[in-house]
């Protein structure tokens, strides 16, 4: 089916209120042009993210009320535990408030000063825990993920070439291991083939390199296999993803997202000797390795959402809500990143204004006009997010996009089509467009917090 019904039916609603433009005028200005900085309640359709923004099913509500709030040994972090074993196949779990928390685990322990970490694309927080560790990200995706206009199903694949140039310039005992991220966030939500996978493993087994996957839309990744991958159709999602797993010596999870929960992560290992390291590690930064920084019942949620994510329903419609937005704005004309990836829409802000450089922010300044015409909110995905290098230039990242990132279960096909119309009417007026500039800039992760004013 093109486009499936939603999967489940509606059983607790939240209102959504319009603004008028001249309040987003106002709260645009209050927000220094930075839609991370607008209140939510002067928000319509929120695409900020698809972080910890999920509905969560009734059986996830029933889970929160058997939250066993134990200091020690909670319930439900068995049954946490147990359904990472199950799902992802991995021995040793240390949970984490959220993606990050694992991010700073992993890279506190694997990276020594001088160490290189290659990786299919940066993504803003797991790159800031690496250099924060005396380590430098190395970009080794196929050349394709940077050209929006490239159609490949597997656009986030590491370009193998790339991996094995690396490991014969520098040398293999410099690289503990290399980051996969399934799918790829800032490629477009791009996913990773079975085949490259298993390349990967490889390569860095032959090497004595672990392999990381950033596993935070695995289950995305999971779907685009058997959808594209000869010799996975008839696979289940949940053996798909088991073997895409066995590919990795361990994983980052950020549980805000294919866990279908609104906050939550975990470290996954194989390796007994770096699991007791992460252990001591984790009482300093997250809490007991039995609840890491989450309640109990946010535990038990998470457990039940990972075996959620596992209906093929579920993830078809998600997959496909995201792609019914994406093909509403191709053949209206709009340029956007193609193929329409696993978690969002990215509208590539180089095209739709050709008229800014890149020092004007474009994607920046889209994101703010697409909030004041229709109070839809979106994320910055460009120069602002690549930030600067250790010599304090800016990055100036090939892709300058603006993402309209979709929750899951949250909205209807009939919110895409709201968010739709607004972007193809400001397509109509995109020369009256300006560009923006900072006023304040933070040193690390400056997207967050970072405020602009309109360049006059
Ligand atoms: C690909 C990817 N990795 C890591 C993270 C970090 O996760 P968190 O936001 O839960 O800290 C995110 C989202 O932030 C992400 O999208
Ligand atoms: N991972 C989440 C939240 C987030 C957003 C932007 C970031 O650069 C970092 C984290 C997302 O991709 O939406």
């Known amino acids: 089916m093109m486009y499936p019904p939603e999967p489940f039916k509606i059983k607790s609603v939240e209102t959504i209120k319009m603004t008028t433009k001249e309040e987003r005028a106002q709260v645009l200005k209050e927000a220094g042009y930075n839609t991370f900085l607008i209140p939510s309640k002067k928000v319509y359709i929120d695409l900020l993210t698809d972080s910890g923004t999920s509905a969560m099913s009734d059986h996830q509500w029933a889970s929160m009320m058997i939250g066993d709030e134990a200091y020690g040994g909670s319930e439900n972090w068995y049954h946490l535990r147990d359904a990472v074993q199950e799902v992802y196949g991995f021995e040793y779990v240390v949970p984490t408030h959220q993606g990050r928390g694992a991010e700073n685990l ?5 990276i020594k000063h001088g160490d290189y970490i290659p990786g299919n694309m940066y993504f803003t927080t797991t790159r800031t825990h690496i250099e924060l560790n005396g380590g430098k990200f190395v970009d080794v995706i196929i050349d394709e993920a940077h050209q929006p206009e490239i159609e490949l199903p597997f656009k986030g694949n590491v370009d193998l070439k790339k991996y094995q140039n690396l490991i014969d310039e520098v040398g293999a005992n410099r690289i503990p291991y290399i980051c996969v991220g399934v799918t790829v966030n800032m490629a477009g939500g791009q996913p ?3 085949e490259n996978l298993r390349k990967v493993k490889e390569i860095s087994e032959k090497n004595g390199i672990k392999v990381m996957f950033d596993a935070t839309r695995c289950v995305e990744n999971a779907y685009f296999i058997k959808e594209r991958e000869p010799g996975y159709g008839d696979k289940s999602i949940a053996e798909i993803l088991k073997e895409m797993m066995s590919y990795a010596d361990g994983c980052t999870m950020s549980g805000k997202k294919d866990c279908l929960v609104n906050i939550g992560g975990f470290l996954a290992l194989r390796d007994q000797d770096l699991y007791e390291k992460a252990t001591s590690l984790v009482v300093v930064y ?22 959620e994510s596992l209906d093929f329903h579920y993830i078809e419609h998600r997959i496909k809500q995201v792609r019914y937005l994406g093909d509403k704005l191709d053949e209206a004309g709009i340029p956007i990143i193609k193929p329409v990836g696993g978690h969002a829409v990215f509208l590539d802000a ?14 920046q300044a889209l994101s703010a006009e697409i909030y004041l015409d229709s109070g839809v909110r979106s994320m910055e995905r460009g120069i602002v997010s690549a930030g600067r290098d250790e010599k304090g230039r800016n990055r100036y990242p090939k892709l300058e996009t603006v993402r309209l990132t979709i929750p899951r279960r949250v909205y209807t096909y009939s919110h895409m089509d709201v968010v739709a119309d607004s972007v193809i009417s400001l397509f109509d007026k995109r020369n009256s467009i300006k560009g923006l500039e900072f006023v304040y800039e933070p040193p690390v992760l400056r997207f967050f917090t970072a405020r602009f004013k309109p360049i006059e």
């Open 106 to 110: 992993l890279s506190q322990i694997m």
């Open 192 to 194: 990773v083939s079975m």
């Open 286 to 307: 997250e809490g007991m390795p039995t609840y890491g920084g989450m309640a109990g019942r946010d535990m038990e949620a998470m457990a039940t959402g990972i075996y």
């Open 350 to 363: 180089k095209r739709f204004l050709p008229h800014l450089s890149q020092d004007e922010l474009p994607a």
